[in-house]
């Protein structure tokens, strides 16, 4: 529960980070190979509550992508397509911490949003997440394009560093994926995802059948849950945003996101737009 405010609380809010050098390296390493991201393309990140009722930002709230450091947003930002690279305002269409724990409240209010990006923080720190080039919405189909990417800042000892994985062009061979085997195609035989069993273990499972190897479209929504790379998956969120899964990823040549095994808890989810 987060402290409670004498005072009105605010309905907006402006963050302007500062620019940063965007690398996949310890910061004892960068050298002439580090890519910067020029202080024009960092975005203010406006975070809005007049259009979200009930929405409240109370003195402590903790919200990750501000406080993440500029090593995640940086890498994020050259990360995206062109055109919204170079948009100046990024707003925060649901935050756990700021609408409460709500699947349903997360797709409505993302419902017109488009392009999006989703960031989680774990019980053991780690964050990592996904950039949805279709944005979030529950549909009886899987979606996407080849701009979709996933991400992570394991926040391991030593310096932080941003980790990005976008879809492969031609499949990453399962022997160049860090981490745990990758799962095979259901034909092949492969488990669901650990600690699922039953219904979702029928619901990993007809979503492997359902996805074509060579197709992009690899998020898949409704009110089971969120998944992201439907080959591992990828990144999935429960219906109850509580816990979720990651399992190395063929389509996106990730590993696991998480830094304890495969699955974890989760502490907050946001999702930052573009859309006005």
């Not at 949805?132 to 979709?148: D, I, K």
């Not at 022997?175 to 039953?198: D, L, N, T």
């Not at 945003?241 to 990823?249: K, M, T, V, Y």
Request: aromatic letters at 8%; a negative charge.
């Amino acid at each position: 529960m987060f402290p409670q405010s004498t005072q009105s609380p605010p309905t907006s809010l402006q963050v302007h980070p500062v620019p940063f050098l965007a690398n996949t390296q310890d910061a004892d390493e960068l050298g002439a190979g580090s890519v910067e991201v020029p202080s024009w393309q960092i975005p203010d990140l406006v975070v809005e509550c007049p259009k979200r009722p009930g929405a409240r930002i109370h003195k402590g709230t903790s919200l990750i992508l501000p406080e993440a450091g500029g090593d995640l947003l940086a890498c994020i930002v050259r990360s995206l397509p062109v055109l919204l690279q170079i948009r100046p305002r990024w707003i925060l269409g649901y935050s756990m911490a700021v609408d409460g724990v709500s699947l349903r409240t997360m797709y409505r209010q993302l419902e017109h949003s488009g392009p999006c990006v989703m960031i989680v923080e774990d019980s053991s720190n780690c964050i990592f997440g996904a950039f949805l080039s279709e944005g979030l919405r529950p549909v009886s189909q899987c979606y996407g394009t080849h701009e979709c990417f996933v991400f992570r800042t394991p926040r391991l000892a030593g310096a932080w560093r941003t980790e990005v994985y976008g879809r492969s062009v031609a499949p990453t061979s399962p022997s160049q994926i860090e981490g745990a085997s990758v799962p095979k195609p259901e034909s092949e035989g492969a488990s669901p995802p650990a600690g699922f069993s039953g219904q979702k273990a029928k619901y990993f499972e007809a979503l492997r059948k359902a996805q074509a190897p060579s197709s992009s479209a690899s998020v898949f929504c409704n009110h089971m849950g969120i998944v992201v790379g439907t080959d591992g998956p990828a990144l999935f969120i429960d219906q109850d945003l509580l816990r979720g899964a990651s399992w190395p990823s063929v389509g996106f040549g990730s590993p696991s996101l998480c830094t304890a095994g495969t699955d974890f808890v989760v502490r907050n989810i946001e999702v930052w737009h573009w859309s006005s």
